[in-house]
């Protein structure tokens, strides 16, 4: 999630249990620790300027439930040495410390991203995918509670308050998880009707809501991919087909830039060529034709591709019509259509865009 929402949720997790006197500290403490696994980044940047590698060592180690109980349980020893609030009341800030650190990365895994829970555990990456990375709905609980504690320090409304910013926000995720079965259901239904009830999948909200939802599926000559609007639309799912170069996939399979990116994304890619390279976008993170992972992972040698060092590419799109296309989209359901249409040839080369 965002940081923003990190920080809110570490910050009323710490103050709701921590001592009553104790919760200004306990809220920018929540703060800072409910922000801490993000910021692997600067080391992971430091290390490595391979994108690929970027993308897919964020939110493993920094958010393995595995490391993080032994990170507060240090932090924690640590402050309880140097006296203070923490040695008065060491058991309640125990658990506000592991509460405001370990809510980080469950919270990430309710993202279509990808957090490796378990890590070290050669497993692929956790992706729930029933909330957007920003959803105000989700932090405008959180934010009120926190701000409510904060002014009132000590006094009774403090703790109800916070108990309730989260219980608030804990609903909204699992109606998000409601809503998620319910898309679910109906993009089975579709597409078992097209002959793709064994296809890999996955369904994720569109930003900033969790009334439409984006679905795609996988196929052998590419994806396909639909919307459904849990507020207007009432008629089956409808998808729209888009190609991938399979041929080209299959060709550099064995690379390690796309070994890698095909554990980490669980294969849903579309690859296309474009200059003479071969792109790989990640299908979770955007929709068609803008996502916002996109790699150049293998060159065109003429006889066939030859890997090449990784290199993320960002082609410009409107923002602001997509946007408000789909704030339309969720009140209206769009005319019927038959079945799967033929969407643009996404294989096809692209021209370079400066």
């Not at 959803?135 to 904060?150: G, H, N, S």
């Not at 996502?291 to 293998?298: D, I, P």
Request: net charge positive; glycine share 6%; with cysteine.
């Amino acid at each position: 999630m965002d940081s923003l929402t990190q920080i809110v949720l570490g910050a009323a997790v710490a103050a709701a249990i921590a001592p009553p006197q104790h919760r200004r500290a306990a809220l920018l403490a929540g703060a800072a620790l409910g922000t801490l696994p993000d910021l692997d980044v600067l080391p992971i940047n430091l290390i490595t300027s391979d994108p690929v590698a970027r993308m897919t060592w964020h939110r493993s180690w920094s958010h393995s439930l595995l490391v993080l109980p032994f990170v507060a349980w240090a932090l924690w020893a640590w402050f309880r040495s140097r006296g203070g609030r923490v040695a008065q009341s060491p058991a309640r800030w125990f658990w506000a410390m592991q509460g405001a650190l370990l809510t980080h990365p469950v919270l990430d895994a309710f993202t279509v991203y990808g957090t490796q829970l378990l890590w070290p555990l050669p497993m692929p990456p956790v992706m729930w995918s029933s909330v957007f990375i920003i959803d105000p709905l989700y932090t405008v609980w959180l934010l009120l509670a926190c701000a409510i504690a904060w002014f009132a320090r000590e006094r009774r409304i403090a703790r109800p308050a916070l108990v309730a910013g989260l219980a608030l926000s804990s609903l909204y995720l699992g109606l998000s998880l409601f809503a998620k079965h319910q898309v679910d259901r109906a993009a089975d239904r579709a597409l078992a009707a097209q002959g793709l009830q064994n296809a890999p999948r996955f369904s994720v909200p569109m930003p900033f809501n969790i009334l439409l939802w984006r679905v795609v599926a996988m196929t052998p000559d590419g994806f396909v991919e639909g919307e459904r609007s849990l507020v207007a639309d009432e008629r089956p799912m409808r998808f729209h087909r888009h190609a991938s170069d399979a041929r080209a996939m299959a060709q550099v399979r064995d690379f390690p830039a796309v070994q890698r990116l095909q554990w980490f994304n669980r294969g849903f890619m579309k690859a296309q060529q474009r200059d003479g390279e071969l792109v790989l976008s990640d299908l979770r993170m955007g929709a068609e034709p803008d996502y916002s992972f996109r790699f150049a992972v293998a060159r065109n040698a003429g006889e066939g591709w030859e890997p090449i060092p990784p290199r993320q590419l960002q082609w410009p799109w409107d923002a602001s019509r997509r946007l408000g296309a789909m704030w339309d989209r969720i009140w209206h359901e769009p005319a019927a259509e038959v079945g799967i249409a033929n969407a643009r040839d996404a294989a096809a080369p692209v021209p370079a865009t400066e």
